[in-house]
Structures are given as C-alpha cells and as structure tokens.
C-alpha cells in the first residue's frame, strides 16, 4: 500500500521563526490534507490540497503531485502552533481511507 | 454548519469494562470513518460506513469492536471488553459522498483510557 513519509520528526522552534515540513508519498494520490494535532488531542484541518499551493494566515501548503510530496509552510511561529502536525493522503482509486505519516511534533518555545 | 461532534470527549474505564463512543457527522454527509491513535503512534483508520454500510472494515483491531451506523445518521464504536492496549484517541470523521476527492472532516476525539 502507499507509503507516507513525514520529515523532520521532531522539531523546536524559537517563537517568531519559520519553518518547512515536508511530507513524501509513494504512490499517485486523490487526497492530501494536512492536520495540527493540538496538545488537547483534538485534529484541526488545516489544509485540504491534493495538488497547488494555498495559504490560510501565517501557513501556506504546496504539494507537487507529480513528484509526491508536500510542504507545509509556517511563518513567525507563536507558542500556540505546538504540537504534532500530520499528513494524510487518500490512494488513488476507490480506497477511502486515508493513510497517515508519523507526524512531526513542533515545539515553539517562548 | 456544525462540524463532526464526538462524545464523550473523554473517557477512564477499568480493564474488562464495556464503552461506547458516539459521533454525529455533518448533516448530509453519507461517509463516515473512525480512527484512532493509540499510545502516541500513527493515526489508523479503522472502519468506514457509507449511509448505514459497513464499506470498508479492514482496519478494526479484533472483534471487541463493534461499530454500528443506524439509520445512516450518527455513529456509534462500542469496545467489549476494553483492555489496555485500546487506550487512545478515537477520531470520528465525515465527508459527502459522490468522490473520494473531498475532505474528510474530523472531530475532537475521544480520548479513552483503559485502567
């Protein structure tokens, strides 16, 4: 099945820095959505974006389908983007179920 | 609109204990998935109803899970007996139907902890 790759895993920020995560998939996707696991547990949507660039705020995402990947962008990082931010991507096909990367966990210290 | 709502938001049972946890998906919304992460690892799909069929169960741990959809409206996963290992978050999420294209919507979770 595909395969969904997050890098880094880990990450520690000063607040007011910027930083790329990237997400690598194996295989052709219908669907790639980025989520921000908060430290209360609760998944927050943050970008639906199979293929393009969009920007909401201080993120912005781009994915390039044809070389199977994403970035997530985060610009002048604040102590309330900790947490763990995850990829997940639908195959290609009928499958519905979305695959998901390990994660990076974002620390942004104050 | 309202979004996906799960309940409880949080749960603490003793081992061997029955639970079950409920999710209301967006009102139109014929698919609907659970998830869940268990002790800090990846999230895993777990099953996934379309109306009140079961379309796709391949990711449900064992048969103390049961999940049911009736009437197609909101969703319930029971776990009898609970046991350690299914303490995690359980992550209920919806999306239209039609395309696989559309996002899936997710709600808080539930956190559930096995003593």
């Known amino acids: 099945g595909i395969q969904v790759e997050q890098s880094p895993p880990d990450l520690i920020l000063q607040e007011g820095a910027n930083s790329t995560l990237r997400c690598n998939f194996s295989d052709s996707v219908n669907n790639l959505q980025w989520f921000h696991q908060n430290p209360w547990g609760q998944l927050i949507n943050l970008f639906y974006i199979p293929s393009g660039t969009k920007q909401n705020g201080r993120l912005s995402a781009t994915t390039v389908a044809t070389e199977r990947y994403s970035l997530l962008y985060i610009s002048s990082s604040q102590t309330t983007d900790s947490g763990v931010y995850f990829c997940?991507?639908?195959?290609?096909?009928?499958?519905?179920?979305?695959?998901w990367g390990l994660g990076t966990s974002l620390a942004v210290n104050p | 609109e309202a979004g996906v709502t799960q309940f409880p938001s949080h749960s603490v049972i003793e081992k061997g204990q029955t639970v079950t946890l409920r999710c209301d998906p967006i009102?139109?919304?014929?698919?609907l998935y659970w998830y869940r992460r268990v002790m800090g690892k990846e999230i895993k799909f777990l099953l996934h109803f379309v109306k009140e069929s079961k379309q796709d169960e391949s990711g449900m741990p064992n048969n103390r899970f049961l999940a049911e959809r009736t009437g197609g409206t909101y969703s319930t996963l029971k776990v009898q007996p609970a046991e350690l290992e299914d303490s995690g978050v359980y992550f209920c999420a919806s999306s239209q139907d039609r395309h696989s294209n559309q996002p899936q919507h997710f709600g808080d979770g539930t956190r559930l902890s096995i003593l």
């Open positions: 997940a991507v639908l195959s290609a096909g009928n499958n519905r179920k979305l695959i």
């Open positions: 009102s139109g919304h014929d698919n």
